[in-house]
């Protein structure tokens, strides 16, 4: 493992890392694991990476000519599913699970490929929110646990147009924006999320790594990325392969058949119980079995690792129709977020005007959620390019349609943080700051949770110069979410507008700690200790968080086997 640096480590150094791993597991000829029934949609950030890498490095264009020659998958009648094994035992704790989950976070949140778009996080959290909840009045396992065992979950968008999604130790969950795009429907995606919640109720990682497997567990933040770097430079993986020496991995990363189908059975029980459409499962899958009919090398990459049959479908559908009808309506929100998601994994200049193309030409299609989609991602693109009355415009039209998608009997449920969001940053671009932040006041009181409200109130406040106000919600905000970079990095902002020199550099460590950059992290709490001006209760907490800093990047390294420079 590479020690952890100062500084944020770059994209390039963790994701090569990640493809030596995933090619070890390649070459190793570690048995992969076919996909289970019904809801089957995710992919686990560590089998996803390790399997999607590994069953490109097994085609005979990809490997190098020295390689040990393997049989397929398909070439072999029977295979031996490794143990699930005991949910007591030698597993590991919850409490481990989510520190070695916030071990993982820290190498992936500086990550360019993170994705930060606050509405598309609200969007995926308020989605799990609700699994959870109906997960914990079917009394499922781990679902009611409290105290230090409760599992704080978090889901998170990784900008990547394949179709993945993926789960981490300790309740963490990914998923790629080309997913979200590729769903048409809000229970398409939460069928996904049920599935991945299932595999972590049921500890099924934990379940299969004992606590000497530490800097495994580090290792699959770099094979989350790693696989990004697979779809952008297939040639720096099968260079790697050229050069040997690749880093070993145990295959119990893969999940078992067993625990595929333990996780399609919780999360069914979950998608049901929590109001979505138990067909999305079902319907995502069918598409996805079409592209694999018009696709070659572009198959996708859930598809390449769990192969898709009529009778895998079959039994989806046939889950399905224990359920009695009924009619789900679909969120003019999963519309709007959709459009952010294209927008996430744009990336360039030039993707941005194909993307213009493409929003463009969905607001002139028949159907009202593409049009919805259109219109607010036409004013995302007018927003990103200064263009703030053309964005007010096209902001305009898709407020508009929703009026006309919320009729009666309308399939569309009208429920909007985004267009509320969106509508007080431009009010904030045009310099109406009390417009600005009266939209996201009351934004706020109808989303308490939304991580997206918080913010745009904060910048509102922070542009009319109310520092003190903003200081004031910012440091209770970080007193119940700790953890969180987002309030870490505004409540830097706001104690360096109002001039409080070491409470900035105290704030700016806890973010820096967040992403793992000990080192500097450490250093700035350092400056704000000698900066002068803080008082004593100020100061007291700036001394003791320094000395707990100093103490978990020892205890990182310790378990790195690494020693803390002098």
Same mark, same amino acid.
């Given at each position: 493992?590479?020690?952890?640096?100062?500084?944020?480590? !770059?994209?390039?150094?963790?994701? !090569?890392?990640a493809i030596q791993l995933m090619v070890s597991l390649a070459l190793a000829g570690f048995p992969a694991h076919a996909a289970a029934p019904a809801g089957d949609v995710s992919v686990e950030g560590n089998s996803a990476a390790?399997?999607? #890498?590994?069953?490109?490095?097994?085609?005979?264009?990809?490997?190098?000519?020295?390689?040990?020659?393997?049989?397929?998958?398909?070439?072999?009648?029977?295979?031996?599913?490794?143990?699930?094994?005991?949910?007591?035992?030698?597993?590991?704790?919850?409490?481990?699970?989510?520190?070695?989950?916030?071990?993982?976070?820290?190498?992936?949140?500086?990550?360019?490929?993170?994705?930060?778009?606050?509405?598309?996080?609200?969007?995926?959290?308020?989605?799990?929110?609700?699994?959870?909840?109906?997960?914990?009045?079917?009394?499922?396992?781990?679902?009611?646990?409290?105290?230090?065992?409760?599992?704080?979950?978090?889901?998170?968008?990784?900008?990547?147009?394949?179709?993945?999604?993926?789960?981490?130790?300790?309740?963490?969950?990914?998923?790629?924006?080309?997913?979200?795009?590729?769903?048409?429907?809000?229970?398409?995606?939460?069928?996904?999320?049920?599935?991945?919640?299932?595999?972590?109720?049921?500890?099924?990682?934990?379940?299969?790594?004992?606590?000497?497997?530490?800097?495994?567990? #580090?290792?699959?933040?770099?094979?989350?990325?790693?696989?990004?770097?697979?779809?952008?430079?297939?040639?720096?993986?099968?260079?790697?392969?050229?050069?040997?020496?690749?880093?070993?991995?145990?295959?119990?990363?893969?999940?078992?058949?067993?625990?595929?189908?333990?996780?399609?059975?919780?999360?069914?029980?979950?998608?049901?119980?929590?109001?979505?459409?138990?067909?999305?499962?079902?319907?995502?899958?069918?598409?996805?079995?079409?592209? !694999? @009919?018009?696709?070659?090398?572009?198959?996708?990459?859930?598809?390449?690792?769990?192969?898709? !049959?009529?009778?895998?479908?079959?039994?989806?559908?046939?889950?399905?129709?224990?359920?009695?009808?009924?009619?789900?309506?679909?969120?003019?929100?999963?519309?709007?977020?959709?459009?952010?998601?294209?927008?996430?994994?744009? @990336?360039?200049?030039?993707?941005?005007?194909?993307?213009?193309?493409?929003?463009?030409?969905?607001?002139?299609?028949?159907?009202?959620?593409?049009?919805?989609?259109?219109?607010?991602?036409?004013?995302?693109?007018?927003?990103?390019?200064?263009?703030?009355?053309?964005?007010?415009?096209?902001?305009?039209?898709?407020?508009?349609?929703?009026?006309?998608?919320?009729?009666? @009997?309308?399939?569309?449920?009208?429920?909007?943080?985004?267009?509320?969001?969106?509508?007080?940053?431009?009010?904030?671009?045009?310099?109406?700051?009390?417009?600005?932040?009266?939209?996201?006041?009351?934004?706020?009181?109808?989303?308490?949770?939304?991580?997206?409200?918080?913010?745009?109130?904060?910048?509102?406040?922070?542009?009319?110069?109310?520092?003190?106000?903003?200081?004031?919600?910012?440091?209770?905000?970080?007193?119940?979410?700790?953890?969180?970079?987002?309030?870490?990095?505004?409540?830097?902002?706001?104690?360096?507008?109002?001039?409080?020199?070491?409470?900035?550099?105290?704030?700016?460590?806890?973010?820096?700690?967040?992403?793992?950059?000990?080192?500097?992290?450490?250093?700035?709490?350092?400056?704000?200790?000698?900066? @002068?001006?803080?008082?004593?209760?100020?100061?007291?907490?700036?001394?003791?968080?320094?000395?707990?800093?100093?103490?978990?990047?020892?205890?990182?390294?310790?378990?790195?086997?690494?020693?803390?420079?002098?």
């Amino acid at each position: 493992m590479q020690e952890i640096k100062s500084a944020p480590k !770059t994209s390039f150094l963790r994701r !090569t890392l990640a493809i030596q791993l995933m090619v070890s597991l390649a070459l190793a000829g570690f048995p992969a694991h076919a996909a289970a029934p019904a809801g089957d949609v995710s992919v686990e950030g560590n089998s996803a990476a390790i399997q999607n #890498i590994g069953r490109a490095m097994q085609s005979p264009d990809a490997r190098p000519a020295n390689a040990p020659i393997r049989n397929s998958m398909q070439s072999q009648p029977t295979i031996i599913l490794p143990d699930m094994g005991d949910p007591g035992g030698d597993s590991l704790s919850r409490m481990d699970e989510r520190k070695y989950g916030e071990m993982i976070m820290r190498q992936i949140r500086p990550d360019p490929d993170y994705s930060n778009d606050l509405p598309l996080y609200d969007f995926l959290n308020q989605m799990e929110r609700r699994l959870l909840q109906a997960a914990r009045k079917l009394q499922l396992g781990g679902a009611n646990e409290q105290g230090s065992g409760a599992y704080n979950f978090e889901v998170f968008a990784v900008k990547d147009s394949t179709i993945n999604a993926f789960a981490l130790p300790g309740g963490f969950i990914g998923f790629h924006t080309g997913l979200i795009v590729s769903a048409e429907s809000d229970s398409e995606v939460a069928s996904v999320m049920g599935h991945e919640t299932g595999h972590v109720l049921q500890r099924h990682l934990a379940r299969q790594m004992d606590r000497q497997t530490t800097n495994t567990m #580090i290792a699959v933040a770099g094979m989350v990325l790693g696989a990004l770097a697979m779809s952008r430079n297939p040639q720096a993986a099968a260079g790697l392969m050229q050069g040997g020496q690749a880093v070993a991995i145990n295959n119990q990363l893969s999940y078992s058949r067993d625990a595929e189908r333990e996780a399609d059975r919780i999360g069914f029980q979950i998608l049901d119980a929590s109001g979505y459409d138990v067909n999305g499962a079902p319907g995502f899958f069918q598409r996805l079995q079409k592209a !694999t @009919g018009i696709m070659d090398k572009g198959v996708p990459g859930y598809v390449r690792t769990h192969p898709l !049959t009529t009778d895998r479908i079959a039994d989806m559908q046939d889950r399905a129709r224990t359920v009695g009808s009924r009619n789900v309506p679909i969120s003019v929100e999963f519309y709007f977020i959709k459009a952010r998601a294209r927008m996430e994994q744009s @990336g360039t200049s030039s993707g941005m005007y194909d993307l213009k193309n493409t929003f463009d030409s969905l607001s002139k299609q028949q159907a009202i959620g593409k049009q919805l989609e259109g219109f607010y991602g036409l004013a995302l693109i007018a927003q990103r390019q200064g263009k703030i009355d053309q964005a007010e415009a096209d902001l305009q039209q898709a407020r508009n349609l929703v009026q006309k998608a919320s009729a009666p @009997g309308s399939p569309i449920q009208r429920q909007s943080l985004s267009l509320d969001i969106t509508a007080s940053e431009l009010a904030l671009a045009k310099g109406k700051g009390e417009e600005a932040l009266q939209i996201a006041q009351a934004t706020l009181r109808a989303y308490p949770q939304s991580y997206a409200a918080g913010a745009a109130m904060i910048n509102a406040e922070l542009r009319l110069g109310r520092n003190n106000d903003a200081i004031t919600w910012l440091k209770a905000r970080t007193r119940a979410q700790p953890n969180e970079i987002v309030w870490w990095s505004l409540l830097s902002k706001a104690y360096d507008q109002a001039k409080n020199v070491p409470m900035r550099h105290y704030a700016l460590g806890e973010k820096y700690a967040l992403e793992g950059a000990w080192p500097s992290a450490i250093e700035q709490l350092r400056i704000a200790r000698s900066a @002068g001006g803080a008082d004593f209760y100020q100061g007291s907490s700036i001394d003791a968080r320094l000395r707990e800093m100093q103490r978990q990047y020892q205890d990182e390294l310790k378990e790195q086997g690494k020693q803390m420079p002098g």
